[in-house]
């Protein structure tokens, strides 16, 4: 018997705006000490009032843009009633028929190839409290509460845990790009309920769903619904498939789901408009001003850099994983244009059309090993570095001009890293230029044949392999400085 796979996820995404949802406490609540960031307001206390905070409603407009969906032109909230020590109000501020954003969609990546998961919403609502287990006991800290959060609500369309997981990370990467959230499933900042069912193939009506709470992680939201598959065609194949719809947490520990409670449903909430605050009008001017904000995604971005710079799937994937690695990376090759068009004559527009491909390559592979490798030791992020753009590029050039060699641009680059000096500076105070063929090289390459007579008659026996032999020691007096190349090629001739 075989079954179609159908998830949905409902993502929410922590705004990490200044202050909370509904009144002026401090966003950063999480990051100071327990039930410090608090007041009256969303403590829930009798008597107060919500004010709404434009930033979380201008940014969900935004992510809502982002994500391609329809801008409702009325909203408003409507209170979710339920009982938790976690909510003290006794229900949650959210948004249920009127959401800012309705049926939009993104395309994610999958091993299959390019695939459209539609979007069904975008809501606004505030978060709960934190829940913190201690033993015997359980706390509750009420910094997070009133945190803005924006839920995005996927259609039932995901039919994999891999493109479950592809999705989330798309997710996570747009609010990144936006500069809206940190998105940070480790910290909170971004979480995940997975809903899942079977259905036979061929079956038209949707199944009861399974709703998987407690997932923090990419690789989890994957393992979480790999499991839940299993254990429902099980369910299916022996003849008690899923009676009605449940939710149950993930046991990270011991990789399984868990039975938690029957599913409610929207009219257990018993949701009626928020009495305290007005319904809103999303403006198309409104929109526009804020659309403005748009930056280019990195669905679009991907594209780019295939078609402008020639670079394969996995450099690109790198590059764009963080829209400031992939804009430095932008400056450098900017910058490497000027450069390229300063040493080489020529028509500027010839000798790039012709140098860009390996040029661009060259400078991906320095900025993702060898820089990245700098960063790692030092523990240092790309915004603190000291190796401007212009520097970078001036950099890239020497090595790919053949003005220094491979050893030696790791020493300067180091050195670039370490103080911001400027390369060629570097090179020529430390000598690191390189030599090029003629007089002083040949003088070191004779004195080396004539110094190894037994390695000479080998090599000329047929045992080439030791060419590398020969290499290694022009190299060495040279002090790194020849071009093993213009060595290889000297050698050669002269051992003929």
């Known amino acids: ?22 009144c002026g406490c401090s966003n950063d609540g999480e990051e100071m000490v327990s039930n410090t960031t608090v007041c009256p307001v969303c403590m829930g206390h009798p008597g107060t009032l919500p004010v709404l905070n434009k930033q979380a409603l201008d940014w969900s407009i935004l992510m809502s843009l982002a994500l391609n969906m329809k801008i409702n032109k ?29 049926n939009g969609y993104i395309i994610v990546d999958t091993i299959k190839g390019e695939r459209k998961i539609g979007i069904e919403r975008l809501h606004l609502e505030e978060d709960a409290a934190k829940n913190v287990h201690s033993n015997d006991k359980t706390l509750v800290d009420y910094n997070r509460c009133g945190t803005p959060l924006a839920e995005i609500v996927s259609k039932p369309e995901i039919r994999t845990p891999e493109e479950a997981k ?3 990370q798309q997710i996570r990467l747009i609010a990144r790009y936006l500069g809206i959230s940190d998105a940070d499933m480790e910290k909170g900042h971004l979480r995940c309920d997975a809903n899942i069912s079977l259905r036979p193939k061929g079956e038209k009506k949707l199944s009861p769903k399974t709703e998987v709470k407690n997932i923090n992680s990419f690789r989890f939201v994957a393992k979480a619904l790999e499991y839940e598959i299993t254990r429902q065609q099980q369910l299916w194949l022996s003849g008690e498939p899923p009676a009605e719809q449940t939710t149950r ?4 520990n011991k990789g399984e789901t868990y039975d938690q409670r029957s599913k409610e449903q929207a009219n257990d909430y018993r949701y009626f408009p928020e009495p305290d605050l007005p319904n809103y009008e999303i403006t198309t001017g409104m929109v526009n001003t804020i659309k403005k904000g748009l930056v280019e995604l990195p669905y679009d971005k991907k594209h780019r850099f295939a078609s402008e710079y020639g670079l394969n799937k996995q450099d690109i994937e790198i590059l764009i994983e963080s829209k400031e690695l992939a804009d430095y990376f932008e400056r450098v090759v900017s910058e490497l244009r000027t450069w390229l068009e300063t040493e080489i004559e020529g028509d500027g527009e010839d000798i790039w059309e012709h140098n860009k491909k390996r040029v661009v390559k060259l400078a991906n592979n ?25 520097n970078m590029a001036e950099f890239i050039t020497l090595v790919y001009l053949s003005k220094v060699n491979s050893s ?38 004779d004195l080396i044949i004539e110094s190894n ?38 050698f050669r001739q002269k051992l003929k």
């Open 408 to 445: 030696a641009a790791q020493t300067i680059l180091a050195e670039m890293f370490r103080s911001g000096s400027d390369p060629t500076h570097i090179m020529d105070d430390k000598d690191l230029g390189q030599m090029e063929a003629g007089e002083d090289l040949n003088k070191f390459i």
């Open 366 to 390: 320095w900025i993702t090993t060898e820089l990245f490798k700098l960063m790692k030791e030092n523990k240092v992020d790309l915004h603190d570095i000291k190796i401007s753009a212009e």
């Open 74 to 102: 009325y909203i408003k909230f409507d209170r979710k009633n339920y009982f938790y020590p976690d909510l003290s109000k006794g229900y949650q501020i959210s948004q249920f028929d009127q959401p800012v954003g309705e």
């Open 453 to 490: 007579p037994d390695q000479v008659e080998e090599f000329k026996a047929g045992k080439d392999p030791l060419i590398q032999f020969f290499i290694g020691l022009g190299m060495k007096a040279s002090k790194g400085k020849a071009n093993p190349k213009d060595l290889e090629e000297i």
């Open 1 to 22: 018997m075989e079954f179609d796979i159908i998830i949905g996820l409902e993502v929410h995404v922590q705004l990490k705006t200044k202050s909370k949802m509904f």
């Open 249 to 252: 947490g993930w046991d990270a």
């Open 166 to 168: 592809a999705y989330m």
